[in-house]
């Protein structure tokens, strides 16, 4: 199973911009689908984006045009750029993986720890 850990969370001020990476390792990397969740204090867990193994996109409605992610299989990587942050999106953002080979996976199962991002002025 692979291993996932975030990076790049921080403090930024409502319109600015961060970067999330999360690092992958102990499995083939180019045979999971990638995600992006988020947890706001309160609240229930909730997808953000998702990259297939084919770098296919897809968006919540909340962060689309906004929030891009994308992977780098050479580097076993996937990325969050965040745009024109909100304080709406604080929250902690997790790194997650859903194995598509040979079985496709049914859900995403693979967490990282976790990376806080606070949107305040």
């Known amino acids: 199973q692979v291993q996932l850990v975030e990076s790049g969370g921080g403090l930024v001020q409502p319109g600015g911009s961060l970067r999330l990476s999360c690092a992958a390792s102990?499995?083939?990397?180019?045979?999971?689908?990638m995600a992006w969740y988020r947890q706001a204090p309160g609240k229930q867990r909730e997808l953000v984006a998702v990259?297939?193994?084919?770098?296919?996109?897809n968006y919540a409605d909340s962060v689309r045009g906004r929030f891009f992610i994308s992977r780098d299989n050479a580097r076993n990587t996937v990325a969050l750029q965040m745009n024109s942050l909100k304080p709406e999106d604080t929250a902690v953002y997790y790194c997650s993986a859903r194995k598509v080979v040979p079985i496709p996976e049914p859900n995403f199962g693979s967490w990282g720890q976790g990376t806080q991002v606070t949107v305040s002025s």
């Open positions: 102990g499995d083939i990397f180019s045979i999971y689908a």
């Open positions: 990259i297939s193994t084919g770098a296919s996109t």
